[in-house]
């Protein structure tokens, strides 16, 4: 194998959750051989497969290429399938060299101090940034003529551990772009991960980013300014900004924010942001443009949030919050359950506490141990038990235990259906207010009351979740003694569950309100308790649906 004269091929398998968007991580590795002209563009190929696609299929889908290299990205959703491809590949064709990197590559290291010969599969493991140290590799294997010692040694029957390389971080300036090389193809109304800065400020415990880089490195702006450009020409109808803390440099945030708004044209956009951060301008522009944010809550308790290495004070956090519910940004929040030092009950006050800021939907997960992390590192001095294959899940720890792990689950999927799905944002704060439950309580309620429906709702889409909802909603009333306010109660989720099927679906639909209907749209109806009808409430059948200017409600015959 000679330089110039090698082929190779990157694979990444996704996930149905990923949608399709384009293998970032194995392009941009990519990227970085064909700029240091160790392959043709033409010779290198980037594979984006399902993770639960046949592997002879995608073996000779793979082998078909007559590769030298065949290189894997690892996550913890696709490394076991990784693995086992590569062993197909390997009993196939001895003489390939098999590589992976990638966040999960960090197992591998203890896969083969545990004297594991899985991680034998592999020649080289690139840990951390891999763009210099692989094309280096990459480069000595072309010295040697392509030649794989390992191979030999397989043949004698030895199965030597890969090579580990540690990855230093690349000056943003020397980086490859797979986007303007063609090795990724933008496509018409397709996803897109694009990457803006590398590094993360931040240490958070349970997290990959803050490892092994200190501060933030830019991409240079010619080039961002040229990847956009490309992005608006292919149409590309959503990116998803990859940096992990989009709004770290205020200043620089929000002169990028101003360029995507005047130069993305109808591109949807995805920010992961701190709260903490935020000023009026950046809520103000976040909220000029079609966008979602992500913020990281993870926990409210002071102690948990200690034990990994975060912080936050809670009417700061809230009033950071109210300038985006204040400008209209559309935003959600994540929580962790199962993190050191927490309980089910602090679990519950995070989940109330997040529910509290009217998060347009609310992300909750089991907590991941994941190798390489600092948490990694701690679990046993933490006590934490959690399985060892990926996808790492936390079991329990003292004060968490596996009971407890299923009741949070359990009150995840329940907020899950009822708030996320159920798209109840505007009304649910309101619907409680007369319940005078905690929204976790709620919730749990709501679990037990779903069960095995909950499934068949989710699937079935959101007329079907509201139906869930109105029919707990009557029961939770009438059981507290509430019947007088429920008429409003349940106007609210049929006229705002009607308007958000139209908005998102175009869909058109006819629901009876027990109030009129300009009572039913005005702020002061949200106040159920507080509501008195100017008049003798009238029955109305209401039209909702997409309309040129919007979404619009109109009547469309009124019950004496």
């Known amino acids: 194998m000679n330089e110039h004269a090698f082929s190779a091929v990157f694979v990444s398998l996704r996930t149905a959750e990923d949608g399709e968007a384009l293998p970032l991580g ?128 397989r043949a004698g029957g030895q199965a030597n551990p890969p090579d580990f390389l540690r990855g230093k971080p690349a000056s943003p300036a020397t980086l490859a772009s797979p986007w303007l090389t063609g090795l990724l193809e933008p496509r018409k109304g397709g996803q897109v991960a694009w990457e803006l800065t590398r590094g993360c400020p931040f240490r958070c415990a349970y997290c990959y980013e803050g490892r092994g880089s200190a501060g933030i490195r830019r991409l240079p702006d010619e080039r961002l300014e040229r990847e956009l450009a490309l992005f608006v020409e292919r149409g590309v109808g959503e990116i998803f900004v990859l940096d992990p803390t989009f709004n770290v440099q205020s200043g620089r945030a929000l002169a990028l924010l101003r360029r995507f708004a005047e130069k993305g044209g109808d591109i949807a956009w995805n920010f992961e942001i701190r709260a903490e951060l935020l000023d009026r301008p950046q809520a103000e522009a976040f909220a000029s443009m079609p966008c979602s944010l992500q913020i990281g809550l993870q926990s409210v308790r002071p102690e948990v949030l200690a034990a990994i290495n975060r912080g936050m004070d809670r009417k700061k956090f809230a009033a950071k919050v109210g300038l985006l519910n204040a400008a209209g940004a559309v935003f959600g929040l994540d929580l962790i359950y199962g993190l050191p030092g927490d309980t089910l009950a602090g679990f519950k006050e995070s989940l109330d506490y997040a529910l509290s800021l009217a998060p347009n939907h609310l992300d909750i997960f089991p907590l991941a141990v994941l190798p390489g992390t600092e948490l990694a590192e701690r679990r046993e001095a933490l006590g934490l038990v959690a399985d060892e294959e990926p996808p790492y899940l936390l079991k329990r720890h003292a004060s968490f235990e596996e009971a407890d792990m299923a009741s949070a689950a359990s009150l995840a999927r329940a907020c899950g259906l009822f708030y996320s799905a159920g798209r109840a944002v505007p009304w649910f704060l309101s619907v409680l207010r007369p319940l005078r439950m905690a929204p976790s309580a709620f919730l749990a309620g709501f679990a037990e009351f779903a069960g095995s429906r909950a499934i068949g709702a989710r699937s079935a889409g959101h007329a079907a979740v509201e139906r869930l909802q109105v029919e707990y909603l009557s029961q939770a009333y009438r059981a507290r003694g509430k019947d007088r306010w429920l008429a409003a109660a349940l106007d609210l989720v049929r006229y705002y569950g009607a308007w958000s099927r139209a908005f998102a679906e175009g869909e058109r639909s006819r629901v009876r309100l027990s109030h009129p209907l300009h009572d039913v749209e005005s702020p002061g109806f949200l106040e159920i308790e507080r509501y008195r009808p100017r008049e003798a409430p009238k029955p109305c059948e209401v039209e909702i649906g997409p309309g040129k200017d919007g979404v619009f409600a109109r009547i469309a015959h009124s019950h004496a």
């Open 26 to 153: 194995a392009a941009t590795a990519a990227a970085a051989l064909v700029q240091a002209n160790l392959v043709r563009l033409g010779d290198m190929k980037v594979l984006a497969a399902g993770v639960d696609e046949p592997r002879d299929v995608l073996a000779d889908r793979i082998l078909a290429s007559s590769p030298d290299v065949v290189g894997f990205s690892l996550y913890c959703w696709n490394s076991t399938a990784s693995k086992k491809l590569a062993a197909r590949l390997r009993a196939a064709c001895p003489r390939l060299l098999l590589i992976a990197g990638g966040p999960d590559a960090e197992r591998l290291v203890a896969v083969a101090e545990a004297g594991d010969e899985s991680a034998s599969v592999f020649d080289a493991v690139f840990l951390g940034e891999a763009e210099e140290s692989l094309v280096a590799w990459v480069r000595d294997s072309a010295k040697d003529g392509g030649d794989n010692p390992r191979a030999r040694g």
